[in-house]
């Protein structure tokens, strides 16, 4: 029976489910060293299965990772949203931008959209990050996202850092959402050209 992949629109994007054409930028992408903190870099028999999990994990788990799409063009950016393969202690929220897309805010965009569908449409009340200690770019995004780093989380294998996202209660109330929110909007003034900032 075919599952139906909610899509998410924010002000510059468009977040729906992976499909087949959008195979060779995800290739592409965990087969260079970009993805060096998510398994990679992956030869094409990895890379397929890999995609081909992102396909499956809706099916399987009712949530996934979606592609991140420029709304106007339809140029492909990267994923975001949630993941919960085997043997994950809790459910992700986690991101991977394209290498030429990096550097405008999609990844903060997109994440922050996927995570408050989470919270309101399908109840999640916590989510967490996994994020290779040494991928600081992920650190800091997850820090500007609200995320804390959990000392006393499980990790997948001990050598993952735990960032733990602010509940929705505490979203809700906190100026944090709003700041994100300010950000984005930063980010798709075209006048507003940041400069040594960490994106992704």
């Keep these: 029976m075919p599952f139906d992949i909610p899509v998410i629109e924010t ?9 087949a054409q959008d ?11 970009r993805s060096r903190f998510m398994g990679g870099p992956l030869n094409t028999y990895e890379a397929w299965m890999l995609y081909a999990a992102e396909i499956g994990h809706w ?19 990267g994923m975001a949203g949630g993941w919960q393969p085997a043997g994950w202690p809790e459910r992700e ?14 990844a903060l965009e997109a994440a922050h959209a996927a995570r408050q569908h989470l919270y309101s449409e399908l109840g999640w009340e916590t989510a967490v990050s996994y994020i290779d200690p040494k991928n ?13 780093k959990d000392h006393e989380a499980a990790t997948i294998d ?5 960032y733990r ?15 994100i929110d ?11 050209k940041p400069e040594g900032w960490t994106i992704d």
């Design 136 to 148: 600081l770019d992920s650190i800091r995004l997850a820090e500007r996202l609200g995320a804390k």
């Design 11 to 19: 002000e510059r994007l468009m977040l729906r489910g992976p499909e």
């Design 165 to 179: 996202h602010p509940a929705p209660d505490t979203l809700k109330s906190s100026q944090a959402a709003h700041g």
């Design 182 to 192: 300010m950000e984005i909007a930063h980010y798709a003034d075209p006048l507003f």
């Design 158 to 162: 001990g050598n993952d850092a735990v």
């Design 23 to 33: 195979y060779p930028d995800f290739k592409a992408t965990f087969s260079s060293y």
């Design 93 to 106: 929220i986690a991101w991977i931008i394209w290498p030429g897309a990096a550097g405008k805010g999609y």
């Design 59 to 77: 099916h399987v788990r009712g949530f996934g990772m979606w592609m991140i799409h420029d709304k106007d063009s339809g140029e492909t950016y």
